[in-house]
Nanobody, 126 residues
Framework: QVQLVESGGGLVQAGDSLRLSCAASGRTFARSVVGWFRQAPGKAREFVAHIEWGTGSAAYSDSVKGRFTMSRDNGKNLLYLQMFGLKPEDTAVYYC???????????????????WGQGTQVTVSS
């Protein structure tokens, strides 16, 4: 099993930047797909981005494309989500998730993922 821990959230003003981290232990990210999701109060869990660990191939939701970017530290089993130009609508609890093996239905549905972190709060004030 893999354990995931997110960190790096906080309270920022609109236009600021944050870098979130997702750390894996118990199992490496090798051969996994790792996703970022977020959930605001009263809202469904929303896909943000995912990365295929082996290839580095990444995909982003339209709402964050051009503002958020992922990077990896393979040796430390760390995945970062660098967020620029934060907006109040980005306010949510951010989760990282992992799945081992390929999904025929893609990786934007949270039900695809088997392992989840505890989440980290990002609050963006106007």
């Amino acid at each position: 099993q893999v354990q995931l821990v997110e960190s790096g959230g906080g309270l920022v003003q609109a236009g600021d930047s944050l870098r979130l981290s997702c750390a894996a232990s118990g199992r490496t990210f090798a051969r996994s797909v790792v996703g970022w999701f977020r959930q605001a109060p009263g809202k469904a869990r929303e896909f943000v981005a995912h990365i295929e660990w082996g290839t580095g191939s990444a995909a982003y939701s339209d709402s964050v494309k051009g503002r958020f970017t992922m990077s990896r530290d393979n040796g430390k089993n760390l995945l970062y989500l660098q967020m620029f130009g934060l907006k109040p609508e980005d306010t949510a609890v951010y989760y990282c998730a992992a799945v081992y093996g390929w999904s025929s239905t893609g990786y934007s549905d949270p039900s695809t993922y088997d392992y989840w972190g505890q989440g980290t709060q990002v609050t963006v004030s106007s």
